[in-house]
């Protein structure tokens, strides 16, 4: 078992890299971050995510190009990244439904969330830099993985050896995020 210091000493590591090497990432480190995406917790246990990993060559070009503005400055460091993991939002089960329309929550978006942060803090674990995308073109993401209709390409991580070296983190300070008791 890891020590909480060292648990966070181990999370305050993991950052978003926005450079990387064109070191190939070793299968049985992919499988360890993939299977620690998949153990992640989820409302009703619904698992409400498929992992779409994109590490062919054009493919990899095509969804860099997907995923990048660079006339807005977007995530123009895309094209040089050696695997993308796509989440998919599946289905949640029925339960998890049910009690997200009676709570007014869409669980399922916080579920990849937490799925995410695990795929990433594996990967810092095992030497990898990740940075998670929200800003790609949707649409072509989906029409090149073809993903089925009605389903959503919510996240894609950015998955490989970091070039740039680590950054300081630049926090708000606890007083401003924590509170005890009361807002």
């Known amino acids: 078992m890891i020590s909480g210091e060292k648990m966070l ?6 950052q978003s890299d926005r450079g990387y090497s064109d070191q190939p ?5 992919l499988e360890r971050i993939l299977e620690a995406g998949r153990l992640a917790p989820s409302a009703c246990n619904s698992q409400p995510w498929k992992f779409i990993v994109v ?6 070009k095509e969804i860099a190009a997907a995923s990048s503005a660079k006339a807005l400055g977007f ?5 040089q990244v050696p695997v993308f993991i796509v989440i998919i939002r599946e289905k949640s089960n029925p339960v998890a439904q049910i009690g997200g329309t ?19 803090l594996q990967a810092t674990a095992e030497g990898l830099g990740t940075c998670i995308l929200g800003w790609f073109n949707e649409k072509l993401v989906k029409k090149l993985l073809k993903v089925p209709e009605g389903k959503r390409a919510e996240l894609i991580i950015t998955l490989g050896y970091p070039s740039k070296p680590h950054r300081e983190k630049k926090r708000k300070d606890p007083g401003e995020v924590i509170s005890y008791n009361r807002y």
Do not use: M, P, Q
């Not at 590490?55 to 990899?60: E, K």
């Not at 995530?75 to 094209?79: I, L």
């Open 9 to 14: 000493a181990h999370i305050n590591t993991r």
């Open 102 to 120: 009676i709570k007014d929550k869409d669980y399922s978006l916080i579920d990849i969330g937490i799925a995410a942060e695990n795929i990433c």
């Open 25 to 29: 990432v070793e299968k049985e480190k």
């Open 75 to 79: 995530n123009k460091f895309t094209d």
């Open 55 to 60: 590490d062919d060559h054009d493919l990899r």
